[in-house]
């Protein structure tokens, strides 16, 4: 039975489509290797390890909570999420956020993230034919929780604004990978899609000494906001929008990869 261990959780705007593509292009002599916008870290979890020091950020807290449970408790972790059912009621009832310890506060989030529609944790997500959503495998979780407790063994989990973050671990050798929440599309917990602050971001990226990668919806204001740094166009499937009977256009969605270093040779040689 293979687990995908290469995942803790679906995330929206998670990079699970384009993890193979950004992969190749992180340079291979850094020292640091730095998420600032965590999320599920699709990417961290691509490769066993990255570089010496690893450190996974989100502004959101529930996110943090969740990894640093399984990075320092999987077994109290496993120990409360084998009693849950895959219920609409249970469901409905962790909706309201009745948790106590920080362990049923990671446990219930996580429950609520793997059993709604879309990754969300709004919607109860029921499936008609795979074994996904609510009729997930309670023990391949299990098995996945080990895994991913191993990956975060040396990982640095932290809970900071992208700001004080990069410019707190900013050196010379240092690599963030940077997946901000797009100019359009869906906002999240801790920002909606109109108050983040991309020219903050620009701002802050423009000055560090270490290299940075960054992911983004391709938009002319992203464009104009990164004019002189190189720039890749990539295309992949909406995954929402990936119903039989959809458009091809309506089916893909055109992100820019940009960075402060080389990548046009290594995608093309990729
Ligand atoms: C596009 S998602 C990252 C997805 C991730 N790369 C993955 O593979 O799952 C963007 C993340 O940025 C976080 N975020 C939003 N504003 C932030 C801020 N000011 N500082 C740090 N993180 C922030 C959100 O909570 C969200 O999880």
């Not at 992969?23 to 730095?34: H, N, T």
């Not at 446990?107 to 008609?128: D, N």
């Not at 900013?170 to 940077?178: G, H, P, V, W």
Request: charged letters at 30%; a positive charge.
């Amino acid at each position: 039975m293979t687990i995908d261990r290469k995942c803790l959780i679906n995330w929206v705007g998670g990079k699970r489509l384009l993890r193979k593509t950004i992969a190749p292009l992180i340079p291979e002599d850094i020292k640091s290797y730095i998420e600032p916008f965590g999320g599920g870290a699709w990417v961290l979890f691509y490769k066993d390890r990255w570089a010496d020091l690893e450190i996974y950020n989100d502004l959101d807290g529930r996110l943090a909570n969740l990894f640093r449970i399984v990075k320092y408790h999987p077994n109290a972790f496993k120990e409360e999420y084998k009693y849950l059912l895959g219920s609409r009621e249970m469901f409905l009832q962790f909706l309201n956020g009745t948790f106590i310890t920080d362990i049923q506060k990671a446990v219930q989030f996580y429950f609520l993230i793997t059993r709604s529609f879309g990754g969300r944790g709004e919607t109860f997500g029921t499936v008609k034919r795979s074994s996904g959503g609510a009729s997930k495998s309670q023990r391949n979780v299990m098995d996945k929780i080990d895994a991913i407790h191993n990956r975060l063994d040396k990982v640095l989990i932290e809970n900071r604004d992208f700001e004080k973050l990069i410019k707190q671990y900013d050196f010379e050798d240092a690599f963030f990978y940077c997946d901000p929440p797009y100019s359009k599309g869906c906002g999240y917990e801790v920002t909606s899609t109109e108050n983040f602050d991309h020219e903050r971001l620009r701002e802050v990226l423009g000055n560090i000494q270490g290299r940075f990668l960054l992911s983004y919806d391709d938009s002319p204001k992203i464009r104009e906001l990164y004019k002189g740094f190189e720039m890749i166009e990539v295309e992949r499937l909406n995954g929402i929008n990936n119903k039989q009977g959809t458009s091809r256009e309506n089916k893909i969605f055109k992100e820019l990869l940009i960075a402060n270093y080389p990548i046009k040779e290594r995608h093309h040689a990729g």
